[in-house]
């Protein structure tokens, strides 16, 4: 199975900056998912992205895609501490829906 | 959005016990739920895909017979860990899907502690 992975592991910025986080995987995808995951927390859902489509945007965040590179970033504009959280990119590949696969995630930082 | 509910949020079992976790879609029918398991500081990673009316697939590696997986409705799925030990202790989460949807639904999911 594909298994993502998320660069960089670990960021930290301050309040104010922009944080980008990058997110590749190994297999054609129907789409790509991006969440949000605060510590011992559940997941909650920030953008989807097809496969068919190359940037999105919803308020704060901006999510890319490069299927021929098989990647994709997230880019989350002037951060604030609330963001302070794990990120974790998803992909869907199957035809059941749903089926995710996720990276490794990357735990930012947002400093007041 | 559509709404998961996961039942226990937390729960600690004495090693060799059964532990229930249930997952439930409040506002839609979800003909597959997923259950994935996360480790500290960890990713998630699927167990099983629970499929109503049928039995669940697991994953390889996922033992079938430890973590039992029920969906006997379209509302609601079930995860046992049986005979628990402390290597089980971990963070389960549930997710919902439908046909309707794209995007995938998850519960607020679980902490296991086997002591």
Same mark, same amino acid.
């Given at each position: 199975?594909?298994?993502g992975?998320e660069d960089?592991q670990?960021?930290s910025?301050?309040?104010?900056?922009?944080?980008?986080?990058?997110?590749?995987?190994?297999?054609? +995808?129907n789409?790509l998912?991006w969440?949000?995951q605060?510590?011992?927390?559940?997941?909650?859902?920030? +953008?989807l +992205?097809?496969?068919?489509?190359?940037?999105?945007?919803?308020?704060?965040?901006?999510?890319?895609?490069?299927?021929?590179?098989?990647?994709s970033?997230l880019? +989350?504009?002037?951060?604030?501490?609330a963001?302070?959280?794990?990120?974790?990119?998803?992909?869907d590949?199957?035809?059941?829906?749903?089926?995710?696969?996720?990276?490794?995630?990357?735990?930012?930082?947002v400093?007041? | 959005?559509?709404?998961?509910?996961?039942?226990?949020s937390?729960?600690?079992?004495?090693?060799?016990?059964s532990?229930?976790?249930?997952c439930?879609?409040l506002?839609?029918?979800?003909t597959?739920m997923?259950?994935?398991?996360?480790?500290?500081?960890?990713?998630l990673?699927?167990?099983a895909?629970s499929?109503?009316g049928?039995?669940?697939?697991?994953?390889?590696?996922?033992e079938?017979d430890k973590?039992?997986i029920n969906?006997?409705?379209?509302?609601?799925?079930?995860?046992?860990?049986?005979?628990a030990?402390?290597?089980?202790?971990?963070?389960y989460?549930?997710s919902a899907?439908d046909?309707?949807?794209?995007e995938?639904f998850?519960?607020?999911?679980t902490?296991?502690?086997?002591?």
């Amino acid at each position: 199975s594909q298994q993502g992975e998320e660069d960089p592991q670990a960021l930290s910025i301050q309040e104010g900056e922009n944080a980008t986080m990058n997110c590749s995987y190994k297999t054609s +995808i129907n789409n790509l998912q991006w969440y949000r995951q605060n510590s011992g927390r559940g997941l909650v859902h920030l +953008i989807l +992205i097809r496969s068919n489509e190359r940037e999105k945007h919803s308020g704060r965040l901006r999510v890319t895609l490069d299927t021929s590179k098989k990647s994709s970033s997230l880019l +989350i504009t002037a951060s604030r501490a609330a963001d302070t959280a794990s990120y974790f990119c998803a992909t869907d590949a199957g035809t059941s829906g749903s089926r995710l696969t996720f990276g490794e995630g990357t735990q930012l930082t947002v400093n007041p | 959005g559509a709404v998961v509910s996961q039942h226990p949020s937390r729960v600690i079992c004495k090693s060799g016990t059964s532990v229930k976790i249930e997952c439930r879609s409040l506002d839609f029918q979800a003909t597959t739920m997923f259950w994935y398991r996360q480790f500290p500081k960890k990713s998630l990673m699927l167990m099983a895909t629970s499929n109503e009316g049928s039995k669940a697939t697991y994953e390889q590696g996922v033992e079938k017979d430890k973590f039992l997986i029920n969906h006997a409705s379209l509302t609601l799925s079930t995860l046992t860990v049986t005979s628990a030990h402390p290597e089980d202790s971990s963070f389960y989460i549930c997710s919902a899907g439908d046909r309707l949807y794209t995007e995938a639904f998850f519960g607020q999911g679980t902490r296991l502690t086997v002591v």
